[in-house]
């Protein structure tokens, strides 16, 4: 079986007045249905350059990324996008939610732009929802959620259409250890009941090591494993 996702050789450089700043040097990764993996790398490693590519949200300067086969990142936007809709679920470090619509709302926006009927795009963001402990939630707005429910709102988001790809960056940043693990095992599950394969981008070692597989970015390039000293920091 094809992998759900294949980077090849991707390099990336940012072009600045004070100086350009290569990120990525030739990354390689490979990632199979239904695998979980975490990446770990300094604060500027490039983490979230990388998983923006990944999603086809950022162009690349050279190399490939391949959705089962798909080239993504030599796409036309609206391409890319359509690409992204069918099969990939984006968790960003600060949610981005939609800040003037209830949780039920935010989470069945996938599903309202695949052209699901509402009735059925509100019952299964509704399920989703009560799955991450949200039931009682569905009609507050991100305004009036915890930072761990707003977080599990943007992963119930990133869940409903069922990707095959979920891309989470540092999607337990700003919360405490327990609910960071708490979050975790919720967004493993989720991602496993939809079968989704999930890379993510994380400061937490320890969650980095509950992974199927974990990935450090260290000079432009992936390497296999954890290679940095274990910090406390989540
Ligand atoms: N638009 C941009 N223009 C110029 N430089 C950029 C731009 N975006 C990112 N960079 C640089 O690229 C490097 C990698 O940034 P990135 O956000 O990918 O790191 P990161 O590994 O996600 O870090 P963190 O752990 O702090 O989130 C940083 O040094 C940053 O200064
Ligand atoms: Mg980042």
Redesign the pocket.
Known sequence: MIPILVARGVQKR?V?PAGT?K?LKGVELAVQRGEFVAIV??????????LQILAGLEPLDAGEVLIEGENIAAMNDDAAARLRNRKIGFVY?FHHLVPELSALENAMLPLLVQGLREDEARKRAQALLAELGLGARLFHRPAELSGGEAQRVAIARALVARPALLLA??PTGNLDERTAEHVFALFREAARRAGAAVVM?T?SLKLAQAADRAMT?AGGVLIAGIQMQLSENL
Not at 41 to 50: N, P, R
């Open positions: 940012f600045h700043v990120v790398g300094e604060s500027g490693a490039g983490k979230s350059t990388l470090q960056d540092e981008a400061h970015l």
